[in-house]
């Protein structure tokens, strides 16, 4: 078979969709706190309080009014305050994970557990001792984790009283919180990513089409600098303290096609690839941007704010493997067209050649072929596919037992796709599903979009009992992992 061995078969989650726990034990709240539920047709909200005490909410994206708090509403519910309790469950859970075989497991740190503000020079002890125990329980299982330093978690405060990351100093504040992970859990880990799909920042707003302002522009370009900056900071620290350490961006990866083979249509499509994903993979693997990053920054008169020291740190701080999530691929066409589907952040128009999720999402494993051979010929660096899985309703019948057999269907294909790119010379060292047990979604709120293996008794209403059950297709990739991706029948 295609795949080495020691390949690293697994799942993976995110603190901030599974942990629950927001507020105890010393923990601060992130976004994602203030967050609501939505679904497919209604979007998550954001809430607040104004300078009156009057409550509020906003769209994801957008910018909330001046003067107001964030605030946690009576009127509301916050599906990430619980999650599926993986703070209470997560012996129950890595056993569960143990037992299918799973060779790695994918996590994240919320920064908020550990700095509940951020910007504190101790961190807290309990949240030190949490993720430790975690660590422990999977060397105890003979499980690698893989940990994302941050998934879509600052904390709160660095929002409402630094601006979030158009402030600088929150790269000094990130430093601080990876050297602190890299120093704490030196020994039970190797593998690390610094930032979850950091090009989503620029990705969010194309979703806004002509609502996107160059303010706007300027914004997100200067964040991502800023992530930028920070991740090779990271890496530098992260090599320094431990010269085993693995350290790796992840990149919110969509195989972009023509929707015409109209010259513009391709034209448009090698720009698309440029702004999505080889502007963040450029600069973390290659150490600088790329020559069409001024194209660009001039598309929206926007002036970043660059130091010398932050070239020579981009220089100095690129990773040592790339890894990405893969769902679905889109369309980019010049032309008018009325047929526009959904994606993971992102639209584009209906391919005429794939079938689509539920949530509208392209149903594509050529595409997850195409983005391995496209993106290992660039950087010839170790790739990792973190993410992939299909959200879809499941169905717990009367004996408790759950078939899954799309779900089975889809990762089956999508490990094929996998398999022809490795025997095209591709170096993949791991598959890490998305979310190997079911979670909160990160798009929708919703606990019904279900992705995993494992199914939990948790609803869009927040009632449930938590409890964990196996479906079919737990079965069916303890098999895959056990003979190490050879029967996937």
Not at 73 to 87: A, K, R, S, V
Not at 187 to 208: H, S
Not at 298 to 316: G, R, S, W
Request: proline content about 3%.
């Amino acid at each position: 078979m295609s795949f080495k061995e020691g390949f690293f078969w697994g799942g993976a989650t995110a603190a901030n969709q599974c942990e629950g726990a927001w507020n105890v034990d010393g923990r601060g709240p992130a976004m994602t706190d203030v967050t609501t539920g939505g679904s497919v047709k209604e979007s998550r909200m954001i809430t607040y309080i104004d300078k009156d005490g009057k409550p509020g909410k906003a769209g994801r994206g957008m910018k909330i009014p001046e003067g107001v708090k964030y605030a946690v509403l009576d009127t509301e519910l916050y599906p990430n305050h619980d999650g599926i309790d993986f703070y209470h469950y997560y012996k129950e859970d890595i056993a569960l994970f143990a037992e299918m075989g799973f060779k790695m497991f994918r996590m994240s740190i919320s920064w908020s557990r550990l700095y509940p503000r951020g910007d504190e020079e101790i961190p807290n002890e309990k949240g030190i001792e949490f993720y430790r125990n975690v660590f422990k329980e999977c060397q105890k299982h003979n499980i690698e984790p893989l940990v994302t330093i941050w998934h879509f978690d600052t904390p709160l405060y660095l929002e409402e009283n630094y601006g979030g990351w158009t402030n600088r100093k929150l790269i000094e504040f990130y430093e601080r919180f990876a050297r602190t992970c890299f120093k704490e859990y030196k020994g039970l880990v190797k593998y690390w990513l610094t930032f979850n799909e950091i090009n989503n920042t620029v990705m969010f707003l194309e979703m806004f089409g002509n609502k996107a302002t160059d303010e706007m522009y300027k914004d997100g370009y200067q964040i991502l600098h800023n992530q930028l900056v920070a991740s090779a900071r990271a890496v530098q620290a992260g090599h320094e303290i431990d010269s085993e350490n693995m350290i790796g961006c992840m990149i919110c990866g969509i195989t972009f096609y023509p929707g015409t083979c109209d010259p513009k249509d391709i034209l448009l499509n090698r720009h698309t690839w440029e702004k999505g994903i080889f502007y963040c993979g450029d600069v973390q693997c290659k150490g600088k941007y790329g020559t069409y990053a001024k194209r660009l920054w001039a598309e929206h008169n926007v002036k970043l704010d660059i130091t010398e020291q932050d070239l020579i740190d981009l220089k100095n701080g690129t990773v040592d493997m790339y890894s990405f999530s893969y769902y679905m691929s889109n369309n980019v066409t010049t032309h008018d067209t009325k047929d526009m589907v959904g994606g993971n952040f992102s639209a584009g128009a209906r391919n005429e050649y794939l079938t689509y999720s539920d949530w509208g999402w392209a149903l594509d494993p050529d595409g997850l072929q195409y983005y391995l051979e496209m993106i290992y010929d660039r950087y010839e660096k170790p790739l990792l596919v973190v993410e992939n899985g299909l959200g879809a309703f499941d169905t717990v019948e009367v004996d408790g037992s759950i078939h899954d057999p799309y779900r089975i269907d889809y990762y089956r294909e999508h490990i094929k796709a996998m398999e022809k790119a490795v025997n095209n010379g591709v170096d993949l060292i791991a598959y890490t599903t998305w979310g190997c047990i079911d979670l909160v979604s990160a798009g929708t709120g919703e606990m019904r979009k279900r992705y995993g293996f494992i199914y939990v008794d948790k609803h869009d209403d927040g009632t449930g009992t938590m409890a964990r059950s196996r479906k079919d297709s737990f079965y069916w990739y303890k098999k895959v992992i056990g003979s190490n991706g050879a029967d996937l029948e």
